[in-house]
């Protein structure tokens, strides 16, 4: 399933057309063919590992936006969080940026939010150790899960302590 979604506000700050189309659930067979065939800036709904690790295969791709998101459970000894080494190597090289989603965590509560917290906090490591690019949004869903450019640069914070 494919959203496309264009925000003209982005557009004009940008001063530059842009679409921001995100692939939101996409056969991981078919995932390299679609996104070949798009234009624009592409984002990557993360999650599943085989996914991810396409995600930053490809150079066409953006933003591979919350690959902590699987349902897979975490080990004693280590969090399954979507990356490794050999993914942010790969999403160094091919210039893929990782995105931290402010939504997902308003949007939990209880132990899930402390795992979905846990799992970013490794993620931000790994991708500041093999100097990935990070962005860190509200990925809003509603305007009510907006949040100030002050909130955002807090919640890199918390997850770089």
Same mark, same amino acid.
């Given at each position: 399933?494919?959203?496309?979604?264009? /925000?003209?506000?982005?557009?004009?700050?940008?001063?530059?057309?842009?679409?921001?189309?995100?692939?939101?659930?996409? *056969?991981?067979? &078919? $995932? +390299?063919?679609?996104? !070949?065939?798009?234009?624009? @800036?592409?984002?990557?709904?993360? #999650? /599943?590992?085989?996914? !991810?690790?396409? =995600?930053?295969? !490809?150079?066409?791709?953006?933003?591979? @936006?919350?690959?902590?998101?699987?349902?897979?459970?975490?080990? @004693?000894?280590?969090?399954?969080? #979507?990356? *490794?080494?050999?993914?942010?190597?790969? =999403? !160094?090289?091919?210039?893929? =940026?990782?995105?931290?989603?402010?939504?997902?965590? $308003? +949007?939990?509560? #209880?132990?899930?939010?402390?795992?979905?917290?846990?799992?970013?906090?490794? *993620?931000?490591?790994?991708?500041?150790?093999?100097?990935?690019?990070?962005?860190?949004?509200?990925?809003?869903? /509603?305007?009510?899960? $907006?949040?100030?450019?002050?909130? @955002? &640069?807090?919640?890199?914070?918390?997850? +770089?302590?």
């Amino acid at each position: 399933m494919l959203t496309f979604v264009q /925000d003209k506000e982005i557009e004009k700050k940008l001063g530059i057309k842009t679409e921001l189309i995100t692939v939101v659930s996409v *056969n991981p067979d &078919k $995932l +390299n063919m679609t996104v !070949n065939k798009l234009k624009g @800036l592409i984002v990557i709904q993360g #999650g /599943d590992e085989e996914v !991810n690790r396409l =995600a930053v295969e !490809n150079r066409k791709v953006d933003i591979l @936006l919350s690959p902590e998101k699987n349902d897979k459970k975490d080990s @004693l000894f280590f969090r399954r969080s #979507g990356l *490794n080494q050999v993914f942010c190597k790969l =999403a !160094n090289k091919n210039d893929v =940026a990782i995105g931290f989603s402010f939504s997902s965590v $308003l +949007n939990s509560e #209880g132990k899930e939010r402390a795992k979905i917290i846990g799992r970013m906090r490794q *993620n931000y490591r790994l991708c500041k150790k093999y100097k990935v690019k990070m962005i860190f949004s509200s990925f809003a869903k /509603d305007k009510y899960e $907006l949040r100030s450019e002050d909130c @955002l &640069k807090t919640f890199e914070k918390i997850l +770089n302590s």
